[in-house]
Nanobody
Framework: QVHLVESGGGLVEPGGSLRLSCAASGFTFSQYGMTWYRQAPGKERELVAA???????NYADSVKGRFTISRDNAKNTVYLQMNSLKVEDTAVYYC???????WGQGTQVTVSS
């Protein structure tokens, strides 16, 4: 059974950093691209970052240069390093298998002074 568990969210001041983790199980992690999405209150869920099975990355323009997606296939984990956080980054962050696969339960990120 596929299982994705996000962690690492929390409250941070503008300009701060957080690292989100997504622990995966129930499938051959190394063979799949992984993605991070976010959903702010009253807004649609949006794609933030993606990493292919071979490590090629892509980012939404709004986070490019501030966020870094990475993966550790030995640990079946995908990460999202978020630096220079802004108030508008406040959202629930979800990891997903590729662009059409299963979702995790999400982790709240709040950027506020």
């Amino acid at each position: 059974q596929v299982h994705l568990v996000e962690s690492g969210g929390g409250l941070v001041e503008p300009g701060g950093s957080l690292r989100l983790s997504c622990a995966a199980s129930g499938f051959t992690f190394s063979q799949y691209g992984m993605t991070w999405y976010r959903q702010a209150p009253g807004k649609e869920r949006e794609l933030v970052a993606a990493i292919t099975s071979t490590g090629v990355t892509n980012y939404a323009d709004s986070v490019k240069g501030r966020f870094t997606i990475s993966r550790d296939n030995a640990k079946n984990t995908v990460y999202l390093q978020m630096n220079s956080l802004k108030v508008e980054d406040t959202a629930v962050y979800y990891c997903r298998i590729g662009l059409t696969g299963s979702w995790g339960q999400g982790t709240q990120v709040t950027v506020s002074s």
